[in-house]
């Protein structure tokens, strides 16, 4: 489905176009699209720096097209009196902006065709996907993942671990229950807590992104089994909350 803006020459016209960009490169999907164009081509100019998304898109589609239609810059002419340029006569008829000077008037007339044209499976503008472009989008879907996976939600947990007896040596016991590291896992602050005949155990806080770390997993996986089940008899969870 095409996507419109109007008056983009003007800052209203911008003010939309930059709401719209808000955490996106293209307009519409993860690639340069012909959505791209026709909006690019409605912008007389970069945006200014109070449209940083705006200018940001504007400087992408600008560099992806002077690299898929290399040509020579043929906007201004020598002299009052030499024949005007191809380009710039074909840019001047179809009311494009001078950034289009620099490409062929062919180019130009079918750039023109495609502003004209709502049937968006005319015209393949930009051909098939290029290794390039299949790994910028295969890393676009990374960041969004990593996105996700840092706003997913976190938890507080207040852990019980307890020695086989008195003998166990605390600070070796606390050493071994902090190797374990994972991604999402952050170890706390700890103490020691007596519980009789000269036994002490340790009260460890952790916080944990829910998506990427399960408690249980944790206890059952790791602090219980070896060689950390050496000093650790068994771990209890004191609290849990949400943060």
């Known amino acids: 489905m095409a996507v419109t803006f109007s008056d983009l020459h003007t800052a209203d016209g911008l003010k939309a176009l930059e709401a719209h960009l808000a955490g996106k490169t293209y307009v519409s999907g993860d690639v340069i699209s012909k959505d791209d164009v026709k909006v690019f081509a409605a912008v007389p100019s970069k945006p200014g720096a109070e449209f940083p998304n705006a200018a940001r898109w504007y400087e992408t589609v600008s560099a992806a097209l002077a690299a898929r239609f290399p040509g020579k810059a043929a906007g201004v002419a020598g002299s009052s009196s030499a024949a005007p340029a191809p380009a710039a006569e074909a840019a001047k008829v179809c009311s494009l902006p001078l950034f289009f000077l620099q490409f062929s008037a062919s180019f130009v007339n079918m750039l ?123 771990c209890d969870i004191v609290a849990f909350n949400k943060i």
């Open 112 to 234: 023109h065709g495609l502003l004209q044209d709502d049937d968006d499976d005319d015209l393949d503008l930009f051909g098939d996907e290029t290794e390039e472009d299949k790994k910028a989008a295969e890393e676009r879907a990374a960041a969004k993942a990593s996105t996700k996976k840092k706003e997913s939600g976190k938890s507080s947990v207040l852990l019980d671990v307890k020695p086989w007896d008195d003998e166990t040596d605390m600070k070796k016991l606390e050493e071994a229950v902090r190797s374990v590291q994972m991604e999402g896992l952050t170890w706390g602050a700890s103490k020691l807590v007596p519980v009789g005949y000269g036994i002490k155990k340790m009260t460890i806080m952790l916080t944990i992104v829910d998506d990427l770390v399960s408690v249980d997993s944790l206890i059952e996986e790791h602090l219980t089994e070896e060689p950390i089940n050496e000093y650790v008899q068994s």
